[in-house]
């Protein structure tokens, strides 16, 4: 999921967005279920609230449709759907600022065994499971701590592993821009994370 | 690697944790068909008046009484500013008087500002008041020398009164200015 493939603009893509324009809503199940999984972590990973990120991503999904006679082709249609998803999101959490609830998703399997994290933890507590339920308590409160902005860059760029490229054209600004609000963001994470990253 | 990614290696993998968070099971199974409801509902939504949209709306209700309140209250205002029943008696029988003795047309009065009052017109509501409204306009004989003033403020009122005139206090105060002087210095009538 981390990987960016986000250059999925195949022949088969632009038919099938070609066929959602006229209407097809089965060529647009398609593309749902084709993005539902990243456009959703990348709502999750802004709101650090499932509840939230589902009504944002059926609403982007919704929305999309909506506009989809507007999309010309100059651009993907997931760099097109996230710019829909980005703005909708921060939108949504300047309105909510006050009342910053987190409603965590549950760890997958994998995690204790990520060797990154195994060596992060491993010599604070013997009782891994509950060491990575805090930590990723740490880590979220840590995000949420971040603008929207700034926050989205890290979520897109060091979680979900898109380009700087990429993540100016959806945020609609330069490389040079998304870099320098990278930068200030892990700085801004590191000291919020000291005691983990001693 | 450069130097800025060794700089926050303890960080990336820290948010590698962030990959592993993952929504209930079945929520990706289920994500599709509440995207189709959505868009169904948005297509009949849309499909609809403006005016059952706008009832839609949460808050509608509360926005439509304040806005029913609001228009009473202005349609109260404008009318108590048009009917000329709904402003005091005393200041209108003044203009009157003022009139005729002036030889002013009563309908020459200020227009109305609204709430029943004139333009220019703090008129005192109290017969007695300190302030009372008096015409600008000098007497009609001040620079008419064939015409006789009256010989001195009387309280028989000197010319046609209206159906319903009655002299009263604060009439008395609206002759006060007319100084028996003024019966010396007019030239005697032959």
Redesign the interface.
């Known amino acids: 999921m981390a990987a960016s493939d986000s250059g999925t603009d195949s022949g088969e893509e632009r038919a099938l967005v070609a066929r959602a324009q006229e209407g097809d809503l089965e060529a647009y199940d398609t593309l749902v279920r084709r993005y539902q999984e990243r456009l959703y972590a990348t709502l999750y990973h802004m709101t650090s609230n499932h509840e939230d990120a589902a009504d944002l991503t059926q609403e982007t999904f919704v929305k999309a449709f909506r506009a989809l006679r507007t999309f010309k082709g100059d651009a993907g249609f997931f760099t097109w759907l996230y710019r829909i998803a980005v703005n909708k999101t921060i939108n949504f959490l300047k309105q909510r600022r006050h009342r910053g609830q987190v409603s965590l998703n549950d760890l997958d399997f994998n995690a204790e065994n990520d060797p990154d994290l195994v060596a992060l933890i491993s010599d604070r507590t013997p009782r891994r499971e509950v060491s990575l339920r805090e930590l990723q308590e740490r880590l979220n409160m840590a995000l949420q701590r971040l603008s929207e902005e700034h926050r989205m860059v890290v979520t897109l760029h060091d979680i979900q592993g898109l380009k700087h490229e990429e993540i100016a054209a959806m945020m609609h600004c330069n490389v040079g821009t998304v870099r320098s609000r990278l930068f200030y963001a892990r700085q801004q994470l590191q000291a919020y994370l000291s005691d983990w990253l001693k | 690697m450069g130097p800025?990614q060794d700089k926050?290696e303890?960080?990336?993998?820290?948010?590698?944790?962030?990959?592993?968070?993952?929504?209930?099971p079945g929520?990706?199974h289920d994500?599709?068909e509440?995207?189709?409801a959505?868009?169904r509902a948005?297509v009949a939504e849309r499909a609809r008046p403006w005016w059952q949209r706008l009832a839609a709306r949460p808050g509608w209700r509360p926005a439509l009484a304040g806005a029913c309140a609001l228009g009473g209250v202005v349609g109260v205002a404008w009318k108590a500013g048009l009917d000329p029943g709904a402003r005091p008696a005393l200041p209108a029988r003044l203009a009157e008087a003022t009139a005729m003795v002036s030889g002013t047309p009563a309908a020459t009065a200020p227009p109305a500002l609204g709430f029943g009052l004139r333009l220019g017109e703090g008129t005192p509501e109290r017969a007695d008041s300190v302030n009372p409204h008096l015409s600008s306009a000098p007497p009609p004989w001040l620079f008419r020398p064939g015409l006789r003033a009256p010989a001195r403020a009387t309280h028989e009122v000197p010319y046609s009164a209206p159906p319903g005139f009655r002299w009263g206090p604060g009439v008395v105060e609206r002759f006060h200015y007319l100084p028996v002087e003024f019966e010396t210095n007019a030239p005697a009538m032959p």
Not at chain 2, 10 to 24: F, G, I, T, Y
């Open positions: 800025e926050f303890a960080l990336r993998r820290l948010l590698a944790l962030k990959r592993h968070e993952v929504p209930p929520f990706f994500l599709p509440r995207v189709r959505g868009i948005d």
